[in-house]
């Protein structure tokens, strides 16, 4: 197994080949599998019960018995949801989905409180509780709405404890191209979207659609039917 850092300025040259289930990891040890069903087949595909819950555990016993976080997250321009986390993942768990912005409300005992407050807020505030990853494609070369951010904030619900912003180490000067390919030059990565340039185009490349993918390294030849910007053509 091999691990690539996706540092701004790596070059990437793979090309995608079969596709099929991309197995399971046991610990540190990958066990592969090659049925068809992709990105997992019905043997290695698993639910996390906890993204469900709303307070009613769904497991056969509760176990989410550590400090968790209850936040408000913003996403540009102007999308903003609340979540949970175990208190100590606060920050790796705002970096891991794209969040622009964020706010720490509430600190409770166990994730079961937490789900509950979480569902309350969503309710009573009118947020959401998750963000689906085309609407942050869609957003990724614009600005937070600070003004509605702050607006948010103020709200006499939400008792702040802490604020965080995130950069994410690039500037896009136009909406990047929505594509599944791993050819090009990378520009930097937002949560779980990687942005790459090729040919005078940026592409935003969702990392979970290729997850299963048997990997080429080469020229990129895959890359050259993509959509292209009007600035690659200047």
Same mark, same amino acid.
């Given at each position: 197994m091999t691990t690539i850092a996706l540092e701004p300025g790596t070059t990437l040259e793979y090309t995608l080949g079969d596709r099929h289930c991309a197995g399971v990891f046991d610990g540190d040890r990958h066990q592969p599998c090659d049925r068809e069903a992709a990105p997992h087949c019905p043997y290695h595909t698993s639910t996390w019960v906890c993204a469900r819950c709303t307070g009613t555990c769904l497991k056969d016993e509760m176990d989410c018995f550590e400090t968790h976080a209850v936040y408000l997250a913003g996403f540009a321009p102007d999308t903003f949801k609340v979540g949970v986390t175990r208190e100590w993942r606060l920050e790796t768990r705002l970096r891991e989905q794209g969040a622009d912005v964020a706010a720490h409300i509430h600190t409770v005992a166990d994730g079961r409180i937490a789900r #509950?407050? #979480? +569902?309350? !807020? +969503? &309710? #009573?505030? %009118?947020?959401?509780? =998750?963000? =689906?990853?085309? +609407?942050?494609?869609?957003? !990724?070369?614009? %600005? !937070? &709405?600070?003004?509605?951010w702050n607006a948010l904030l103020e709200r006499d619900a939400f008792d702040v404890i802490d604020r965080f912003t995130f950069e994410y180490g690039f500037d896009l000067e136009r909406q990047p191209i929505a594509e599944t390919h791993l050819s090009g030059t990378v520009i930097g990565t937002k949560g779980r979207l990687l942005v790459l340039e090729r040919q005078g185009t940026a592409y935003a490349v969702d990392l979970r659609d290729l997850v299963g993918y048997e990997l080429d390294q080469g020229t990129g030849d895959d890359a050259s039917d993509l959509q292209s910007s009007l600035a690659s053509f200047g």
């Open positions: #509950e407050l #979480e +569902a309350t !807020i +969503a &309710d #009573e505030q %009118g947020l959401v509780d =998750r963000v =689906r990853t085309p +609407a942050k494609v869609s957003s !990724i070369a614009k %600005g !937070i &709405d600070v003004a509605a």
